[in-house]
């Protein structure tokens, strides 16, 4: 109890200390709202609307939700077909490198032209393409990277391919993809939100950030934004959790 209290206390000192200041610099410097609001400002709107924050922040998490499952899954097949066929680990690997290179306000408007602008669908691809690369590039490393003396010990018993797959090589992973969960989880957040500012339902975060500025109510975009970061660090402490359940031995190596 007492390691866990020593753990969240630092991070919340920082947080309160740089809070303080930011409404100290505000006041002293009679800073305007559409240069910086105060953080009592942004407090109100997100408490005086915590209903609507709940919403939009929800409407936003499922559209990264769906895109974060949609490009884990495309990633997980990338990695295990590029692993196996050396002919797709030298195509697919450039393509992945040339997707994640594609800034999302370029990509985003494309999408809402090739599909129903007021449906999901071109957040949650803009999504999925944001996931694959980190999910790809750590799964098939983690597949490739494996101890030689663990291989060569494989092949000495003739083990076939899959078995070495499934007792070498997917536990070898293991780390690896909870690495890229970690990195892929609140981009997933990141680029839904970024995504909605470009047309479509306004329902989503990216969208009332860009309304409520647009009609000079800048607490409260900043407390959409306020809300956006904590619906990302829920997914980066929902993957925390579930590495905890599924994989506790990485958390035990790491602080070994």
């Given at each position: 109890?007492?390691?866990?209290?020593?753990?969240?206390?630092?991070?919340?000192?920082?947080?309160?200390?740089?809070?303080?200041?930011?409404?100290?610099l505000?006041?002293?410097?009679?800073?305007k709202?559409?240069?910086?609001?105060?953080?009592?400002?942004?407090?109100?709107?997100?408490?005086?609307n915590?209903?609507?924050?709940?919403?939009?922040?929800?409407?936003?998490?499922?559209?990264?939700?769906?895109?974060?499952?949609?490009?884990t899954?495309?990633?997980?097949?990338?990695?295990?077909?590029?692993?196996?066929?050396?002919?797709?680990?030298?195509m697919?690997?450039?393509?992945?490198?040339?997707?994640?290179?594609?800034?999302?306000?370029?990509?985003?408007?494309?999408?809402?032209?090739?599909f129903d602008?007021?449906?999901?669908?071109?957040?949650?691809?803009?999504?999925?393409?944001?996931?694959?690369?980190?999910?790809?590039?750590?799964?098939?490393?983690?597949?490739?990277?494996?101890?030689?003396?663990?291989?060569?010990?494989?092949?000495?018993?003739?083990?076939?391919?899959?078995?070495?797959?499934r007792l070498?090589?997917?536990?070898?992973?293991?780390?690896?993809?909870?690495?890229?969960?970690?990195?892929?989880?609140?981009?997933?957040?990141?680029?839904?939100?970024?995504?909605?500012?470009?047309?479509g339902?306004?329902?989503?975060?990216?969208?009332?950030?860009?309304?409520?500025?647009?009609?000079?109510?800048?607490?409260?975009?900043w407390?959409?934004?306020?809300?956006?970061?904590?619906?990302?660090l829920?997914?980066?402490?929902?993957?925390?959790l579930?590495?905890?359940?599924?994989?506790?031995?990485?958390?035990?190596s790491r602080s070994?």
């Amino acid at each position: 109890m007492t390691r866990r209290i020593n753990l969240i206390w630092p991070p919340l000192l920082v947080g309160l200390l740089f809070l303080g200041a930011w409404q100290i610099l505000v006041v002293s410097r009679d800073i305007k709202p559409y240069l910086l609001p105060a953080p009592t400002l942004i407090g109100e709107n997100f408490f005086g609307n915590l209903d609507l924050m709940w919403s939009t922040a929800i409407y936003t998490a499922w559209t990264a939700l769906l895109g974060l499952l949609f490009g884990t899954a495309a990633g997980l097949i990338a990695a295990f077909l590029a692993q196996r066929f050396i002919v797709v680990n030298n195509m697919v690997t450039p393509l992945a490198a040339g997707l994640a290179a594609v800034p999302i306000v370029a990509l985003t408007p494309i999408l809402n032209n090739m599909f129903d602008i007021t449906s999901r669908t071109p957040r949650v691809l803009v999504t999925a393409i944001i996931v694959f690369f980190p999910v790809f590039v750590n799964v098939t490393r983690g597949l490739v990277q494996v101890q030689p003396v663990q291989l060569e010990l494989m092949r000495s018993m003739n083990a076939q391919p899959r078995t070495v797959l499934r007792l070498l090589r997917v536990p070898n992973t293991i780390p690896f993809f909870f690495t890229a969960m970690k990195i892929s989880a609140p981009m997933a957040v990141i680029a839904a939100l970024v995504a909605e500012y470009f047309g479509g339902p306004q329902l989503g975060l990216g969208s009332r950030i860009a309304s409520s500025a647009a009609n000079t109510a800048y607490g409260r975009a900043w407390a959409y934004v306020v809300a956006a970061i904590i619906t990302g660090l829920l997914f980066y402490l929902i993957v925390l959790l579930v590495e905890r359940w599924a994989a506790p031995w990485t958390g035990r190596s790491r602080s070994a």
